[in-house]
């Protein structure tokens, strides 16, 4: 079995992506179980910072990296939380806090659209002139009062009107297939089978 480092200790994200690429019989370890620290984020694009942890989590471990950066972007708030969003709240970053943060921006707000983006960055090593990148993007509406248990972040006020769920009220296998992460690396998937041979 192939072995991927993924840049990031998120255990949600973790999940997700094991249960993703399963079916490409790859193995995907956290940064933190190989003793790498985060790296530094302080770029303001999401494609920017993909590369930067992709880089960081390959160059630190020896292995094939995975970067993921994505994030919440509401119109009414001019794209924000943005590349922020995992620390919208304040540090250390806190789910609660975020999705408390949110709320106390949008509050008296009429336009609640907001899109979740992900950026996926593949690379082979850290510097990898060919990093595979994938990205999308998952549409809907925020909600005043937190709805479900399911998922993690935003995913309590983010309605899927088509579904009338919340991301957190979905079961996970059909959150993985519909999501903005679960969209992004169905591009990926394909793109390493060619690139990478996988």
């Not at 193995?27 to 984020?41: H, K, M, S, T, Y």
């Not at 770029?43 to 880089?55: D, G, I, M, S, Y």
């Not at 996970?172 to 679960?182: D, E, L, Q, V």
Request: aromatic share 6%.
């Amino acid at each position: 079995m192939r072995r991927l480092v993924l840049a990031s200790d998120n255990p949600g994200k973790l999940r997700e992506f094991g249960a993703l690429l399963a079916p490409l019989e790859v193995d995907v370890v956290a940064q933190g179980a190989l003793g790498i620290a985060p790296a530094a984020e302080p770029h303001p694009t999401f494609v920017e910072n993909a590369l930067a942890k992709a880089r960081h989590a390959a160059a630190a471990s020896g292995l094939p990296a995975l970067a993921d950066d994505s994030g919440l972007c509401c119109v009414a708030l001019a794209g924000a939380p943005g590349v922020r969003s995992a620390r919208f709240g304040g540090e250390p970053s806190d789910d609660a806090r975020n999705n408390a943060e949110l709320l106390r921006r949008l509050c008296g707000g009429s336009d609640r659209r907001g899109h979740y983006v992900c950026v996926l960055v593949a690379l082979r090593a850290p510097d990898d002139p060919e990093p595979v990148i994938a990205e999308a993007r998952w549409d809907g509406v925020l909600l005043e009062t937190p709805r479900g248990a399911n998922g993690f972040g935003y995913d309590p006020l983010f309605l899927l009107p088509e579904l009338g769920q919340t991301a957190a009220e979905l079961e996970p296998a059909h959150k993985n297939r519909i999501s903005h992460r679960g969209q992004a690396l169905a591009q990926l998937a394909p793109r390493l089978r060619t690139a990478w041979g996988w």
